[in-house]
């Protein structure tokens, strides 16, 4: 976003000349808007009006929360290009990385059919990536082709924000000389305090873009799902939505503990050669990102701490005792979640490992990054649990991988979906079954092909159908355009868009979707064959035997 002030403010004087009650008016390759915190230029993208690079708070100051924006209606933006995304490692998959990096990366896009139409469903996205890469600079995460796959006559506004990765958007300097509580104290959870201020910038100023502030859907899916769920915990941030999707993350396995926080900085510190508060701000951006991948690699972690103060200790307690009792869930996972981790990546990327010692490895890491954080859960250390459920198939690693998924996606999603439902919010439970053609996927995509041994769907699937970027998002995952059935993609994104819209998803592309309950557990199962059928309580068997060491 470029802040051209002499050229625009002129712009502006001719914006409220047309327009007269200075809210919209139509300029030469869009549409001006006029909202509280500025005047901002839009773009039309061949029939849908898109913002790229909103400023949703004051220029970033490092290890310190973001502040509100001082601009006034007055102060006018072009909206043509994406804002940075955060500092991150470099990395052929997340697209996001390949564009221009910067620790000011508090932006945010907007898009939609017309902005003068009042009233419609906003949906905001926060984007995945572990907490450490990624951002809105990404095919896959861009609103245009969801708007724009819209029926005639329906419209949305949807939303997409950066925010800070990685030791950016989290690490403890309490460890530091210097450390002063007041100045530093939040520095451990800056990406959940940018997502707040993001959500507060929406509340504020969405109306001037159509959108209706009463009627926000919070959407996001692995990292920015369980970012989502978190937020739900929050009385602070969950007073600005009103729905909210969450596509494979929740709170579970996803926080960790303030002493693990501070054992995590200690890491960076000594990597970076630093004792002190002044020390570490010394440090160059340049001299930083050198020594990146190094703490890249020694502390790919989660990194929402629960401290008790931003984030609660026990947010599972706390959905329970109702704090999101009014906010309508829809929540689910897909089925190869994280098959990743069984591909037999040295040999042959469409088979399995021989041996599920990696996917043993792995569930032990991922139990270990939490430290002695509350909300956590894992089969670790019940071997008579883990036993009876390995029992239930006669594919070791197969279910081993089914223990991965289940401990980190599925059976979490479970406990949520109960504690939400029990509490008095509407839950829609899903569990997505469908995925492209395994060969297919493997020769279009090559040695590039991500493809479960066992042609199941794998982690970011359905996101390629709920935005409907079937040409340009993780073609890696999902093949060829043309394999991707059209009555798949349009149920998927009315789907979504009836949930956005009313807080329910049921529409006539689908059969009738009630409410999640412990009695029947209901669940919508996407098919293999890309049906949409209700099962009561799929995958029961699985459920019952994780279910007996439940938090």
Same mark, same amino acid.
């Given at each position: 976003m470029k802040r051209k002030?002499? @050229?625009?403010?002129?712009? @502006?004087?001719?914006?409220?000349?047309?327009?007269?009650?200075?809210?919209?008016? &139509?300029?030469?390759?869009?549409?001006?808007?006029?909202a509280s915190t500025g005047t901002y230029i839009g773009h039309d993208n061949d029939g849908i009006t898109e913002f790229l690079g909103i400023s949703y708070a004051e220029p970033v100051e490092k290890w310190k929360a973001p502040k509100e924006l001082k601009?006034?209606?007055?102060?006018?933006?072009?909206?043509?290009?994406?804002?940075?995304?955060?500092?991150?490692?470099?990395?052929?998959?997340?697209?996001?990385?390949?564009?221009?990096?910067?620790y000011d990366c508090l932006d945010l896009n907007i898009w939609t059919k017309d902005v003068k139409t009042e009233g419609k469903p906003v949906i905001v996205f926060i984007h995945g990536g572990g907490g450490w890469q990624g951002g809105t600079y990404d095919p896959c995460y861009d609103g245009e082709f969801f708007i724009r796959n819209l029926a005639k006559g329906e419209d949305a506004v949807m939303v997409s924000f950066n925010y800070r990765l990685g030791i950016f958007g989290s690490l403890n300097l309490s460890g530091l000389e210097g450390y002063d509580e007041e100045e530093y104290g939040d520095a451990i959870n800056l990406a959940t305090l940018d997502q707040i201020q993001a959500l507060k910038w929406v509340h504020e100023n969405i109306a001037a873009f159509g959108g209706n502030p009463e009627n926000v859907t919070l959407m996001g899916q692995s990292f920015g799902s369980g970012s989502a769920c978190t937020l739900l915990t929050i009385p602070e941030a969950n007073r600005y939505f009103q729905h909210v999707i969450l596509e494979s993350g929740n709170i @579970?396995?996803?926080?960790?503990?303030?002493?693990?926080?501070?054992?995590?900085?200690?890491?960076? @510190?000594?990597?970076?050669?630093?004792?002190?508060?002044?020390?570490?701000?010394?440090?160059?951006?340049?001299?930083?990102?050198?020594? #990146?991948?190094?703490?890249?690699?020694?502390?790919?972690?989660?990194?929402?701490?629960?401290?008790? &103060?931003?984030?609660p200790l026990d947010g599972y307690q706390a959905i329970k005792d109702g704090v999101a009792k009014n906010i309508d869930v829809m929540i689910g996972t897909v089925s190869g979640e994280y098959d990743f981790e069984a591909i037999d990546w040295d040999n042959s990327i469409s088979e399995p490992v021989e041996d599920p010692q990696p996917i043993i490895d792995y569930l032990g890491v991922m139990q270990d990054r939490a430290g002695s954080a509350i909300v956590k859960w894992s089969p670790l250390g019940h071997d008579d649990i883990i036993n009876e459920y390995l029992a239930l198939d006669d594919d070791p690693v &197969?279910?081993?991988?089914?223990?991965?998924?289940?401990?980190?996606?599925?059976?979490?999603?479970?406990?949520?979906?109960?504690?939400?439902?029990?509490? =008095?919010?509407?839950? #829609?439970?899903? #569990?997505?079954?469908?995925?492209p053609d395994?060969?297919?996927?493997?020769?279009?995509?090559?040695?590039?092909?991500?493809?479960?041994?066992?042609?199941?769907?794998?982690?970011?699937?359905?996101?390629?159908?709920?935005? =409907?970027?079937?040409?340009?998002? #993780?073609?890696?995952?999902?093949g060829p355009a043309e394999g991707i059935p059209e009555e798949l993609l349009k149920a998927t994104q009315l789907t979504w868009y009836s949930f956005a819209k009313e807080g329910n998803p049921n529409n006539n592309l689908i059969g009738e979707w009630n409410?999640?309950?412990?009695?029947?557990?209901?669940?919508?199962?996407?098919?293999?064959?890309?049906?949409?059928?209700?099962?009561?309580?799929p995958r029961a068997e699985d459920r019952k035997v994780l279910d007996k060491i439940r938090p």
């Open positions: 002030w002499l @050229f625009m403010f002129l712009v @502006f004087v001719l914006t409220v000349a047309m327009c007269g009650c200075g809210q919209t008016a &139509k300029t030469e390759e869009g549409y001006s808007v006029k601009a006034t209606t007055n102060d006018v933006f072009e909206c043509a290009e994406w804002g940075p995304s955060c500092y991150q490692i470099d990395d052929d998959v997340e697209v996001a990385s390949q564009w221009k990096q910067d @579970f396995n996803r926080q960790l503990s303030i002493e693990k926080s501070v054992e995590n900085s200690e890491k960076v @510190f000594e990597i970076l050669g630093v004792d002190s508060v002044d020390e570490l701000m010394s440090i160059s951006n340049e001299k930083l990102m050198e020594k #990146y991948e190094k703490i890249d690699e020694e502390l790919h972690h989660p990194h929402r701490v629960a401290d008790g &103060k931003i984030i &197969k279910r081993w991988a089914d223990l991965f998924n289940d401990t980190h996606y599925r059976q979490t999603a479970i406990f949520i979906a109960e504690a939400l439902s029990k509490a =008095g919010s509407d839950v #829609y439970m899903y #569990y997505w079954e469908w995925a395994k060969e297919a996927v493997l020769e279009a995509e090559g040695d590039s092909a991500e493809v479960s041994p066992w042609g199941r769907p794998m982690h970011c699937m359905e996101q390629i159908l709920v935005f =409907g970027c079937v040409e340009e998002g #993780y073609p890696e995952l999902a409410t999640y309950n412990t009695k029947t557990r209901e669940t919508m199962v996407i098919g293999a064959d890309s049906s949409w059928e209700i099962q009561k309580d």
